[in-house]
């Protein structure tokens, strides 16, 4: 299903483009190749054939782009960044041992440290 709609949306795109490059413009553009069968399209010309025929490829583009992005999200329920490992950047802590510390005598490890011991004189 989504390679159907895939092939749809670069068909879409091509077809857009060309309907746009075609389009009479200030400089002419590509529309000086469609010659002189412009009664073919009517007595405006292509101006308004191709103007209404880009919007409605437009409008294509933009449905398939949709159901597109919902055939893929309901194809995967899982995201890729899922299965990734993730690995901390911050060292891990070393363990306190609060016996190593002789001149600490507090059990706590947020007390203010024990004094130095001054000899007397």
């Known amino acids: 299903m989504t390679s159907v709609l895939l092939i749809t949306q670069i068909i879409i795109a091509v077809i857009i483009t060309i309907s746009v ?3 009479k413009s200030s400089s002419i553009g590509l529309g000086v190749y469609s010659g002189s069968n412009e009664s073919l ?3 405006k010309g292509p101006a308004g054939f191709m103007a209404k025929f880009t919007m409605i490829m437009g409008f294509l ?3 398939n782009t949709i159901s597109l992005g919902y055939a893929y999200s309901k194809q995967t329920s899982k995201s890729v ?7 901390s950047s911050v060292p891990k802590s070393p363990t306190n041992n609060l016996n190593s510390n002789p001149l600490s005598s507090s059990s706590s490890p947020f007390d203010a440290p024990a ?7």
């Open 81 to 87: 960044l899922d299965s990734t490992k993730v690995e």
């Open 41 to 43: 399209f009517g007595a």
């Open 61 to 63: 583009f933009i449905i």
């Open 115 to 121: 004094a130095p011991l001054v000899p007397k004189k």
């Open 21 to 23: 490059l075609l389009q």
